[in-house]
C-alpha cells in the first residue's frame, strides 16, 4: 500500500501557478477534450476498483459492498451523464424572443471559471473526489484536488493514480493536513468546492445537518424501520444524509422502536461489532465525541451503546424518550428531512412547513443516487449543487453575447438616440402590464384606452414605416377618435 506523503509548502503555489498556465492554455475549450478526461476519470477508477476499496477498508474499515453501493455506481452514473451531456450543456443558449432585440441574436453560453479547488471529506471520499472533479471538468476548468488526511491510504491512493490518467498541466493533488489547507487558502482561486478562502470566492459547500424523520402512524412501520435504519448506519451513520432522529407519537413509540429494534437484529444477527456489514468511524477523535454525547443522552438506550474508542467502534444505538435538549439533539438546518406516510396530505403538510435541501418520502438517503436530481442543502446544511448538469452549472459561469445590424436602428431602436422627441417616446415597444389584480388599486379613469390606442398606431406607424416619421399623423387621428 502506498505511503502518504504531504505536498511540500513551497510546492503549492507551484501546482496552483501550473494549472493557471495550463487553464489559460485554452486546452480545455476543446470539447473532445473534455469528454475523454471525463472518461479517463471513470476508467482510473474502474481499473483500480480492488485497490481502492483495499485502501477504504484499512481506512474507514468499509464493506466493499457500501464502497460499490455509495461510490462506485454514483460516480459512474456522473461520468456517464456528463461525458453525454457535456457538448449539449457547453452549447450557446438563445434568450427568449423580444421584437426590439431578436435581431442581436441575444445568447449566453457557459464558460469555465478557470482554476478549481476540490477540498474533499473523509466519508465518501471516491464520490466526494471524483464526482465534483468530473463537473470541473466538464465545465472546462483546470482543478485542484485536496483530499482528507483523514483517508491517508486512499489519498495516497488516488495521488499515485491521478497522473497516470489525467492531464497532468491542469488536473493535481495536493495532501496534506490543517497547515497545508492553509497555505492552499492563501492562493486566489475561480471556485472552491466545500470550503471558504480568504479571498472573495464563489462557493459550493456541502455540510449536511441533523435530519429528522416524521412519522405517520398509519405508515407500514416495518418498511420504515428497515429504510430508517439502513440510511442510519451504512457507513457507521458517517452520511450527511443520514436521518438522525425520528418524531413520532407518544402513543406509537413503542410499536415503531419494537420494529427497529427487529430490524437491527435481522442486519446484524451475531452484532454489529463481529459483522462485515457495519464499518468504523473515522478517528478516535470523532470516536471519543460520539461516545460524549452517548453518555450524556437523558433518554433510554434501547439497543447498542457499546463503544470501544481504540478501535473507532461505535455500536449501531436507539435510544428513545429523547427530549430536545439532549446531547444528542442540536438546532440546525436539516440536509434532508423525511417523512413516512402513504397519505399525501401529510406528506405535503410536513413538507411544506418546513426548510430543507430535500424533501423524501418513504425513503432515506437514496436521493444522492438518483440521476437527474441536485444533491444541496439550505442555511447552515449547504449552499450551492452537485452531481449532473447543476454542478456544471456550479463550475460555469454564463456569459451574454450578441451581435447588432445596422438596419435594427431603422426598424425599432434608432428612436434612442437624440434629439428626445414625443413621437420617440410614443414609438418604444414597451411589453404590456398583465392584467390588473382584483383588489389592486383601481384606475384612474378610462384613459388607459386612449395611450393603448396610441401606443398600437405608434407602434404600426414604426413597422410600416421604418422610422418615427408617421407617427404624428396618426397620433393626431387616434385624438380624433378616442378624445
Same mark, same amino acid.
Given at each position: 500500500?502506498?505511503?502518504?506523503?504531504?505536498?511540500?509548502?513551497?510546492?503549492?503555489?507551484?501546482?496552483?501557478?501550473?494549472? $493557471?498556465?495550463?487553464?489559460?492554455?485554452?486546452?480545455?475549450?476543446?470539447?473532445?477534450?473534455?469528454?475523454?478526461?471525463?472518461?479517463?476519470?471513470?476508467?482510473?477508477?474502474?481499473?483500480?476498483?480492488?485497490?481502492?476499496?483495499?485502501?477504504?477498508?484499512?481506512?474507514?474499515?468499509?464493506?466493499?459492498?457500501?464502497?460499490?453501493?455509495?461510490?462506485?455506481?454514483?460516480?459512474?452514473?456522473?461520468?456517464?451523464?456528463?461525458?453525454?451531456?457535456?457538448?449539449?450543456?457547453?452549447?450557446?443558449?438563445?434568450?427568449?424572443?423580444?421584437?426590439?432585440?431578436?435581431?442581436?441574436?441575444?445568447?449566453?453560453?457557459?464558460?469555465?471559471?478557470?482554476?478549481?479547488?476540490?477540498?474533499?471529506?473523509?466519508?465518501?471520499?471516491?464520490?466526494?473526489?471524483?464526482?465534483?472533479?468530473?463537473?470541473?471538468?466538464?465545465?472546462?476548468?483546470?482543478?485542484?484536488?485536496?483530499?482528507?488526511?483523514?483517508?491517508?491510504?486512499? *489519498?495516497?491512493?488516488?495521488?499515485?493514480?491521478?497522473?497516470?490518467?489525467?492531464?497532468?498541466?491542469?488536473?493535481?493533488?495536493?495532501?496534506?493536513?490543517?497547515?497545508?489547507?492553509?497555505?492552499?487558502?492563501?492562493?486566489?482561486?475561480?471556485?472552491?468546492?466545500?470550503?471558504?478562502?480568504?479571498?472573495?470566492?464563489?462557493?459550493?459547500?456541502?455540510?449536511?445537518?441533523?435530519?429528522?424523520?416524521?412519522?405517520?402512524?398509519?405508515?407500514?412501520?416495518?418498511?420504515?424501520?428497515? $429504510?430508517?435504519?439502513?440510511?442510519?448506519?451504512?457507513?457507521?451513520?458517517?452520511?450527511?444524509?443520514?436521518?438522525?432522529?425520528?418524531?413520532?407519537?407518544?402513543?406509537?413509540?413503542?410499536?415503531?422502536?419494537?420494529?427497529?429494534?427487529?430490524?437491527?437484529?435481522?442486519?446484524?444477527?451475531?452484532?454489529?461489532?463481529? *459483522?462485515?456489514?457495519?464499518?468504523?468511524?473515522?478517528?478516535?477523535?470523532?470516536?471519543?465525541?460520539?461516545?460524549?454525547?452517548?453518555?450524556?443522552?437523558?433518554?433510554?438506550?434501547?439497543?447498542?451503546?457499546?463503544?470501544?474508542?481504540?478501535?473507532?467502534?461505535?455500536?449501531?444505538?436507539?435510544?428513545?424518550?429523547?427530549?430536545?435538549?439532549? *446531547?444528542?439533539?442540536?438546532?440546525?438546518?436539516?440536509?434532508?428531512?423525511?417523512?413516512?406516510?402513504?397519505?399525501?396530505?401529510?406528506?405535503?403538510?410536513?413538507?411544506?412547513?418546513?426548510?430543507?435541501?430535500?424533501?423524501?418520502?418513504?425513503?432515506?438517503?437514496?436521493?444522492?443516487?438518483?440521476?437527474?436530481?441536485?444533491?444541496?442543502?439550505?442555511?447552515?446544511?449547504?449552499?450551492?449543487?452537485?452531481?449532473?448538469?447543476?454542478?456544471?452549472?456550479?463550475?460555469?459561469?454564463?456569459?451574454?453575447?450578441?451581435?447588432?445590424?445596422?438596419?435594427?436602428?431603422?426598424?425599432?431602436?434608432?428612436?434612442?438616440?437624440?434629439?428626445?422627441?414625443?413621437?420617440?417616446?410614443?414609438?418604444?415597444?414597451?411589453?404590456?402590464?398583465?392584467?390588473?389584480?382584483?383588489?389592486?388599486?383601481?384606475?384612474?379613469?378610462? $384613459?388607459?384606452?386612449?395611450?393603448?390606442?396610441?401606443?398600437?398606431?405608434?407602434?404600426?406607424?414604426?413597422?410600416?414605416?421604418?422610422?418615427?416619421?408617421?407617427?404624428?399623423?396618426?397620433?393626431?387621428?387616434?385624438?380624433?377618435?378616442?378624445?
Amino acid at each position: 500500500m502506498t505511503t502518504l506523503t504531504y505536498t511540500s509548502l513551497e510546492d503549492i503555489p507551484k501546482i496552483h501557478e501550473r494549472a $493557471r498556465r495550463a487553464f489559460l492554455s485554452g486546452k480545455t475549450k476543446s470539447i473532445p477534450f473534455r469528454k475523454a478526461q471525463i472518461a479517463q476519470v471513470g476508467y482510473l477508477i474502474k481499473d483500480n476498483e480492488q485497490r481502492i476499496k483495499d485502501a477504504l477498508k484499512l481506512d474507514l474499515c468499509r464493506p466493499e459492498f457500501e464502497t460499490e453501493f455509495s461510490d462506485f455506481t454514483a460516480t459512474y452514473m456522473d461520468v456517464r451523464s456528463s461525458y453525454d451531456n457535456v457538448e449539449k450543456w457547453s452549447k450557446p443558449q438563445k434568450t427568449d424572443f423580444n421584437f426590439n432585440f431578436f435581431a442581436m441574436s441575444p445568447k449566453t453560453k457557459a464558460e469555465p471559471k478557470g482554476v478549481v479547488l476540490l477540498v474533499a471529506p473523509f466519508n465518501f471520499p471516491v464520490f466526494l473526489v471524483f464526482s465534483p472533479l468530473v463537473s470541473a471538468i466538464a465545465g472546462g476548468n483546470a482543478a485542484v484536488i485536496k483530499p482528507s488526511e483523514q483517508t491517508p491510504a486512499f *489519498s495516497a491512493l488516488i495521488a499515485e493514480l491521478l497522473p497516470q490518467y489525467l492531464d497532468n498541466d491542469l488536473f493535481h493533488i495536493i495532501n496534506g493536513g490543517p497547515t497545508e489547507t492553509t497555505k492552499i487558502l492563501e492562493l486566489r482561486w475561480d471556485h472552491i468546492f466545500y470550503i471558504a478562502a480568504q479571498h472573495l470566492t464563489p462557493v459550493t459547500l456541502e455540510l449536511g445537518g441533523k435530519n429528522p424523520v416524521v412519522i405517520d402512524p398509519k405508515c407500514d412501520v416495518k418498511l420504515a424501520a428497515r $429504510r430508517i435504519l439502513w440510511g442510519r448506519f451504512s457507513n457507521a451513520g458517517q452520511t450527511c444524509l443520514a436521518p438522525e432522529y425520528v418524531l413520532v407519537p407518544k402513543t406509537f413509540q413503542d410499536k415503531f422502536v419494537e420494529a427497529l429494534v427487529e430490524a437491527y437484529h435481522s442486519f446484524y444477527p451475531e452484532g454489529p461489532a463481529k *459483522s462485515a456489514s457495519f464499518s468504523r468511524i473515522i478517528s478516535e477523535k470523532h470516536t471519543a465525541r460520539i461516545k460524549q454525547m452517548i453518555d450524556g443522552t437523558k433518554g433510554t438506550i434501547v439497543v447498542g451503546g457499546d463503544t470501544d474508542v481504540s478501535q473507532r467502534y461505535i455500536a449501531p444505538t436507539i435510544v428513545k424518550d429523547v427530549r430536545g435538549d439532549d *446531547s444528542l439533539m442540536a438546532e440546525d438546518y436539516p440536509l434532508a428531512i423525511y417523512v413516512f406516510s402513504k397519505d399525501k396530505s401529510f406528506q405535503k403538510k410536513i413538507f411544506d412547513n418546513t426548510q430543507s435541501g430535500c424533501a423524501a418520502a418513504n425513503e432515506t438517503v437514496i436521493s444522492a443516487g438518483v440521476p437527474g436530481l441536485p444533491m444541496g442543502g439550505i442555511g447552515g446544511s449547504g449552499y450551492g449543487y452537485y452531481t449532473g448538469k447543476h454542478a456544471f452549472d456550479e463550475f460555469t459561469h454564463l456569459r451574454v453575447s450578441l451581435d447588432n445590424p445596422g438596419w435594427v436602428d431603422k426598424l425599432a431602436l434608432g428612436v434612442r438616440f437624440p434629439p428626445y422627441k414625443p413621437s420617440k417616446v410614443l414609438a418604444l415597444l414597451a411589453p404590456g402590464l398583465p392584467p390588473r389584480p382584483v383588489g389592486g388599486k383601481p384606475a384612474a379613469g378610462k $384613459r388607459w384606452a386612449f395611450w393603448l390606442a396610441v401606443a398600437v398606431v405608434g407602434a404600426a406607424s414604426v413597422l410600416l414605416t421604418g422610422s418615427g416619421a408617421g407617427l404624428l399623423e396618426q397620433f393626431r387621428k387616434a385624438v380624433k377618435l378616442v378624445g
